[in-house]
T-cell receptor, first 108, second 113 residues
Framework: QKEVEQNSGPLSVPEGAIASLNCTYSDRGSQSFFWYRQYSGKSPELIMFIYSNGDKEDGRFTAQLNKASQYVSLLIRDSQPSDSATYLC????????FGAGTTVTVRA | EPEVTQTPSHQVTQMGQEVILRCVPISNHLYFYWYRQILGQKVEFLVS????????KSEIFDDQFSVERPDGSNFTLKIRSTKLEDSAMYFCAGGTVNTGELFFGEGSRLTVL
């Protein structure tokens, strides 16, 4: 299974701030990258995917991919208390390999 | 909005007993997966299923595990003889294409005593 490493956290940010989450992956041949959000006791929920180098924005979320550095990141702008969750980075070669997740707490 | 439905939500069983976890995928999904998550650990791939057969399985998915799609709609995961270490949340997931864009069910929590 592909190795996916995430910064361990937990990450605490004040409401309205930017939360920055990082992820590295071991397989240089990986093509597809995903960010899932998992609330405590719940199932993972897809929030972003990115296939090409560069940035991809969706609302308050921006995913960044650098295949040369084998690095994926997620920025959450204007963080809200409802963003408090564990964020899972995942890569796929026809199955998802997840990182351990970074827990984010947004302080009101 | 369609959703993936899993039953039971929680099952408690004795070690050595057989357990069947059930999933009703979204109707237009073609690719199906089982994942598990031991408490406090990462989500781990177990098996993928396409066109009524297993397409890939992990080293966790040993002879004690099996999957079926018995009636073209339900998708089941059977654990033949449960062990203590099988205690985990089991997630069913599906997608229309063979990518990581998956919809997960709410999970079945298995507790083996």
């Amino acid at each position: 299974q592909k190795e996916v490493e995430q910064n361990s956290g937990p990450l605490s940010v004040p409401e309205g701030a930017i939360a920055s989450l990082n992820c590295t992956y071991s397989d240089r041949g990986s093509q597809s990258f995903f960010w899932y959000r998992q609330y405590s006791g719940k199932s993972p929920e897809l929030i972003m995917f990115i296939y090409s180098n560069g940035d991809k924005e969706d609302g308050r979320f921006t995913a960044q991919l650098n295949k040369a550095s084998q690095y994926v990141s997620l920025l959450i702008r204007d963080s809200q208390p409802s963003d408090s969750a564990t964020y899972l980075c995942a890569v796929t070669d026809y199955k998802l390999s997840f990182g351990a997740g970074t827990t984010v707490t947004v302080r009101a | 909005e369609p959703e993936v439905t899993q039953t039971p939500s929680h099952q408690v069983t004795q070690m050595g007993q057989e357990v069947i976890l059930r999933c009703v995928p979204i109707s237009n999904h073609l690719y199906f997966y089982w994942y598990r998550q031991i408490l406090g650990q990462k989500v781990e791939f177990l098996v993928s299923f396409y066109n009524n057969e297993i397409s890939e399985k992990s080293e966790i998915f040993d002879d004690q595990f099996s999957v079926e799609r018995p009636d073209g709609s339900n998708f089941t995961l059977k654990i033949r003889s449960t062990k203590l270490e099988d205690s985990a949340m089991y997630f069913c997931a599906g997608g229309t294409v063979n990518t990581g864009e998956l919809f997960f069910g709410e999970g079945s929590r298995l507790t083996v005593l």
